[in-house]
């Protein structure tokens, strides 16, 4: 019995904070409900605001559609009209005519028709002033198309006197060319004549020597006679042929007139027969450097360098191609050749 009543007062009652809980929850549930409801009287009264002034701006558009119909049915109307004044003016137009007509052909008009004569001559004055206002335009365009005229015949003129100055100027160029061609022809002739002086020279200086000789346009000397075997220094003999030919050339340089434009040409040419030394890699520098040592020796000997020039041909201008000693010896040569 003890032992009960003392388990009754140590039991600890949970029922009144469980029921105070659940009143607190039901109260927020509650106020929670409250807000929803007039969130959603705010939501309502907002789409019932924009609701209405939808329906007002549905209501002026068709107000402005029914005036915009209005509008265009004036312009209807305003167009009908002027179509109706353009057709009394034309008639006040024929009308008027027909007074003037009158009046031309009695001498003077009648008195009921003062009123009217007076409008139409101030109608007729605004025509003449459009028509005064043409006229002027007219003018202007008239100067406008004179000057145009003006400018067309002076472009005309001036055209025909530039093919009167093309035409002259081909004429007197085919007259340049045609005396350019004597000129040079008669240059030719004189060089010609003067090669042949040279060559009788040259004949007559070296016409002990069979290892010289003359191959068309051309005075050869065979290598051998100026240079060693595989060099390019003129040897003691070659200075001395080499001298005989500079006396020569000076004696052209003093006769041949200094409009004639002439060179002593140098050729170089070797045998096929390749070398490849440090000084001559190949029958090229060879050839080249004959020729040179030649035109420099002439240089020396007092012969103008304006009036000379070297050139190598290496294998590749042979006068014999066959292949034996007698061809190798024609090859190596070293050719004078007078020319412009």
Not at 17 to 39: E, H, P, Y
Not at 196 to 223: H, K, N, P, Y
Not at 238 to 258: F, N, V, W, Y
């Amino acid at each position: 019995m003890r032992i009960s009543r003392y388990n009754q007062r140590n039991r600890v009652d949970f029922w009144p904070g469980f029921v105070d809980a659940m009143s607190s929850l039901l109260l927020v549930i509650i106020f929670l409900l409250s807000l929803f409801m007039l969130a959603q009287f705010f939501l309502s009264q907002e789409i019932l605001g924009k609701d209405s002034a939808l329906t007002r701006l549905n209501s002026q558009i068709a107000e402005l559609t029914d005036l915009l119909q209005l509008e265009q049915a004036s312009n209807v109307d305003l167009e009908t009209t002027i179509s109706s004044l353009s057709a009394t003016l034309a008639g006040a137009t024929e009308e008027r005519d027909a007074l003037l007509s009158q009046v031309a052909g009695f001498g003077g008009g009648l008195a009921e028709r003062d009123g009217q004569l007076a409008a139409l001559n101030s109608q007729l004055e605004a025509e003449q002033q459009l028509s005064g206002e043409a006229n002027a335009q007219l003018e202007l365009l008239n100067q406008q198309l004179s000057a145009l005229r003006i400018q067309i015949n002076a472009l005309e003129q001036a055209l025909d006197a530039s093919e009167f100055r093309d035409s002259e100027a081909r004429n007197k160029i085919g007259d340049l060319g045609r005396r350019l061609n004597l000129a040079l022809a008669q240059r030719v002739q004189d060089l010609s004549r003067y090669r042949s002086d040279f060559f009788g020279r040259l004949r007559d200086i070296l016409a002990d020597r069979t290892d010289v000789r003359i191959v068309g346009d051309r005075f050869v000397f065979q290598s051998e006679v100026l240079f060693d075997a595989g060099q390019a220094d003129i040897s003691n003999h070659g200075r001395e042929q080499i001298s005989k030919l500079a006396e020569a050339i000076l004696q052209l340089e003093d006769e041949i007139p200094p409009e004639i434009n002439w060179v002593l040409r140098i050729d170089g040419h070797t045998d096929k027969r390749p070398i490849s030394t440090i000084r001559f890699p190949s029958n090229w520098e060879l050839s080249a450097a004959r020729a040179i040592s030649v035109a420099k020796l002439l240089i020396e000997m007092g012969v103008s360098p304006h009036r000379l020039v070297a050139a190598g041909f290496g294998e590749f201008s042979p006068i014999d191609p066959a292949d034996n000693d007698e061809a190798y010896r024609k090859n190596r040569r070293i050719e004078f050749k007078l020319t412009e």
